[in-house]
């Protein structure tokens, strides 16, 4: 499954549950929208780690890297990158 | 004086200092009442009178601060609602609070809330192009459309400014009716015991939609200061760095903030310039505050009490906190406090009651809810005055410094938000295939609190995954529960009540 749909599949069946009238697409920010709050990104960050096998240290948890689904998918490909370059 | 009028003298005394700061924007004093005033104006046009309500439902952003104001000076009374709330609390609330106006980010929402609430005459939409469709108006549209001249209304400081929604234990939101004269009271007696000069920049994670989040936003306004909004802690690193890169010298937190900042390098931020932190909505734990004050030895480190129907009931001046660092502290300035005994008698020293609240920051009562506003506010000792219940234990020690001992009901403090659980048991019991259902709260070394949900359902209908993601879809976050266990009984009492304390 392409990633940014993996990743929507995830927030939207366990963190958004978005009611009709809440529309929101691959590049609506999750926090300035009100579709996931403070822990819902603890919650997101734990998916990621297990998800995608990829230790995100806490400086990287941040708007640059996790406020949309088009930003956390940029934000996979350059960890698995820097893996794949690393020869992890 | 009325709520709005710091701003007012400000945007005179200092036009051109910063007054607002949320993300890349950055707005001054001028601009900002600017601004509030072209907003007011189309309020008016649009059939807003005096007395109003005018409901925002926004995340924390310029424009959530620009309706507040602008509401005050239509001679309204503003309504901020958390914007996480679910489209069924968010019908009960403009169902209860009537709004003629309606601000907000969410299109979709806007035009389905505007058929359905019939006291709607405006929705005010933000960041659309929209310019004018029947009755809503586009944000942006009105900014460029409207005069900023200061409206003429007849407002005094006995009307409404704000109606803040709180937990009800019935399980229905109840709001807080707050007039002129306590919203300017408390914002006064705070900024005293703060030591607020226009020289502060606060910096604000907390939602405007609670009277912590928006206190900040109405007190610094006043006092001239600039206040670095953001729109929640779920960015911790990107928050902290602001408060070097801005100069915070006011960071007001929840024991979910600070625990979180515990749990990090803080040694990699610069947080020099703080000159005070505040802890309120729950007890700060006595070790996170000695860490705290390890960490951050300059600045000022403030334990507040307070609940909705006052705003503000109590504060630990700084220099006890090192001293008695389990207490909340005293009386905020102009005002009273004591510890009542089950037959009203006032307390001594180390013995358990309710603490009740006098002072002209108790609210005028809960809107449109006279059973409810006789339970909690009571007369007081003088004419048309009012004494708060606060339905909170406390004691008291030799010198008169309080220290909280627990609630009257049995409401969860979670994350700094009060969430009643026949809120979340009203939710479990509109599942099909739930049977009982009893929440409770259980202790979380970040949540303060966190929500537990025992189920009685018929298995065959139901696993915990889908309990879950009901509870998600029809409950904020906050009040989700965190934990859900399946029971096939509930204990109960003689009288066929849940027992909860047997489930903890």
Redesign the interface.
């Known amino acids: 499954m392409e990633l940014a749909k993996q990743i929507g599949k995830y927030v939207t069946e366990n963190l958004f549950y978005v009611d009709d009238g809440f529309e929101y697409d691959d590049d609506t920010s999750f926090i300035g929208e009100g579709l996931i709050d403070s822990m819902g990104v603890m919650e997101l960050l734990a998916w990621v780690q297990a998800t995608f096998d990829i230790s995100v240290d806490q400086q990287e948890v941040t708007p640059d890297n996790f406020d949309s689904v088009n930003k956390l998918a940029d934000f996979i490909r350059r960890k698995q990158s820097i893996l794949v370059h690393s020869g992890v | 004086m009325l709520a709005q009028d710091g701003l007012q003298n400000n945007r005179l005394a200092q036009p051109d200092k910063t007054a607002l700061v949320c993300g890349d924007r950055r707005l001054s004093y001028a601009e900002v009442d600017a601004m509030a005033d072209r907003l007011a104006n189309a309020l008016i046009e649009n059939g807003v009178k005096r007395g109003d309500r005018v409901a925002i439902f926004l995340?924390n952003s310029i424009e959530a601060v620009i309706g507040i104001f602008a509401t005050l000076k239509a001679g309204g009374a503003f309504v901020v609602i958390?914007?996480?709330v679910?489209?069924e609390k968010l019908s009960y609330i403009l169902g209860d609070c009537q709004p003629a106006a309606l601000i907000t980010?969410?299109?979709?929402?806007g035009s389905?809330l505007r058929t359905a609430q019939e006291s709607l005459k405006l929705v005010v939409l933000t960041g659309s192009k929209l310019c004018r469709d029947g009755g809503e108006l586009g944000f942006h549209w009105i900014q460029k459309s409207f005069p900023a001249i200061r409206p003429s209304v007849a407002t005094i400081d006995l009307d409404l400014a704000c109606l803040v929604y709180t937990s009800g234990s019935s399980g229905e939101p109840k709001a807080v009716m707050c007039d002129h004269s306590n919203v300017t009271f408390v914002t006064s007696s705070v900024i005293g015991y703060l030591e607020n000069t226009a020289a502060d920049t606060v910096l604000s994670v907390l939602p405007l939609s609670s009277g912590y989040g928006l206190y900040q936003a109405l007190m610094t306004l006043t006092f001239g200061g600039t206040l670095v909004l953001e729109?929640?802690?779920?960015?911790?690193?990107?928050t902290l760095e602001k408060i070097g890169k801005e100069r915070v010298t006011g960071f007001p937190g929840v024991p979910?903030v600070f625990a979180t900042m515990l749990q990090?390098?803080l040694s990699?931020f610069d947080l020099s310039s703080l000159r005070y932190i505040t802890n309120a909505a729950a007890a700060l734990p006595v070790s996170h505050i000695q860490q705290l004050a390890t960490i951050l030895p300059a600045a000022k480190i403030f334990s507040m009490y307070g609940l909705t129907e006052t705003k503000r009931a109590l504060y630990l001046p700084p220099d006890q906190v090192g001293v008695r660092p389990g207490s909340v502290g005293i009386a905020i300035p102009g005002t009273e406090v004591w510890i009542e005994g089950p037959d009203g008698e006032r307390l001594g020293p180390n013995a358990i009651g309710e603490l009740m609240v006098r002072g002209r920051h108790v609210m005028r009562g809960y809107w449109r809810s006279p059973e409810a506003t006789s339970k909690r506010f009571r007369p007081g000792p003088n004419p048309g005055e009012r004494v708060c219940c606060s339905g909170d234990l406390f004691r008291m020690d030799e010198e008169g410094y309080m220290y909280f001992v627990g609630r009257k009901d049995d409401m969860v403090n979670t994350?700094g938000e009060k969430v009643a659980p026949k809120e979340i048991e009203n939710v479990l019991h509109s599942l099909p295939g739930v049977i009982e259902a009893a929440v409770v709260g259980v202790p979380d070394p970040i949540m303060g609190q966190a929500v537990k949900a025992f189920v009685v359902a018929d298995a065959a209908l139901l696993k915990e995954a889908d309990v879950f993601?009901y509870c998600?879809?029809h409950l904020q976050?906050?009040m989700a529960p965190k934990y859900i266990e399946f029971r096939s009984e509930l204990p109960k009492t003689s009288s066929g009540k849940v027992l909860k304390r047997a489930l903890l």
């Open positions: 995340p958390h914007h996480t679910k489209f980010s969410a299109q979709g929402v389905k729109s929640s802690f779920a960015f911790p690193v990107a979910t990090m390098n990699r994350r993601a998600r879809s976050d906050f």
